[in-house]
């Protein structure tokens, strides 16, 4: 059975730095790309990032590009999202997702705050 | 950025209602579409890959179609249990972007 376990999440103050964590397991994880998107609170889904499986390329939203980088740890099959110059409106619940593409499954995510 | 525009927001249905909702994207994205749906307070469930094909376990109700820029979902017999948010997701050009869902409610 696939499962994916975020962690990480909390309070952080504006400009900020936090990392998230997420520990796959059930399936092979350097054959997937992976994925992080969010969902602030009471809104609907954001793409934030996606690494591929194939060269661990890397691609990233707008709103995130050149504060957040993500990365993955093969040995550990645990995918990363450094999240640095945290602002509030990157308060949202994050999610990792299985796959690159189609996001096949879902963790259950981990809550960032970005607040003073 | 590929947005998509998906309607209608919001609707109440009656079960065994045939329900329809429409993602358009601003530019062609191919099949390269996919949906979710997203039950209150749970992780968002892949139904649908690639425009129609339907991921496995996922009742032969719901279907999809389309291509380039106009997609849709279909529940052919709404139940009870299909009360959720459902968003489109494209994966056709970079940045990857969803819809702003469509939520469902039954009456």
């Known amino acids: 059975e696939v499962q994916l376990v975020e962690s990480g999440g909390g309070l952080v103050q504006p400009g900020g730095s936090l990392r998230l964590s997420c520990g796959a397991s059930g399936f092979t994880f350097s054959t997937y790309g992976m994925s992080w998107v969010r969902q602030a609170p009471g809104k609907g889904l954001e793409w934030v990032s996606s690494i591929s499986n194939s060269d661990d390329s890397t691609y990233y939203g707008d709103s995130v590009k050149g504060r957040f980088t993500i990365s993955r740890d093969h040995s550990k099959n645990t995918l990363y999202l450094q999240m640095n110059s945290l602002r509030a409106e990157d308060t949202a619940l994050y999610y990792c997702a299985m796959n690159q593409w189609d996001l096949l499954q879902w963790g259950q995510g981990t809550l960032v705050t970005v607040s003073s | 950025e590929t947005v998509l525009t998906q309607s209608p927001d919001f609707q109440a249905v009656t079960p065994n209602e045939k329900v329809t909702i429409t993602c358009r994207a601003s530019q062609s994205i191919g099949t390269s579409l996919h949906w979710y749906q997203q039950k209150r307070d749970q992780s968002p469930k892949l139904l649908i890959k690639?425009?129609?094909q339907s991921m496995s376990g996922v009742p032969s109700r719901f279907s999809g179609s389309g291509s380039g820029t106009d997609f849709t979902l279909t529940i052919s017999s709404l139940e009870a249990e299909d009360a959720a948010a459902y968003y489109c997701?494209?994966?056709?050009?970079?940045?990857?972007?969803f819809g702003q869902g469509t939520k469902l409610e039954i009456k």
């Open positions: 997701h494209q994966t056709g050009s970079l940045p990857y972007t």
């Open positions: 690639y425009a129609s």
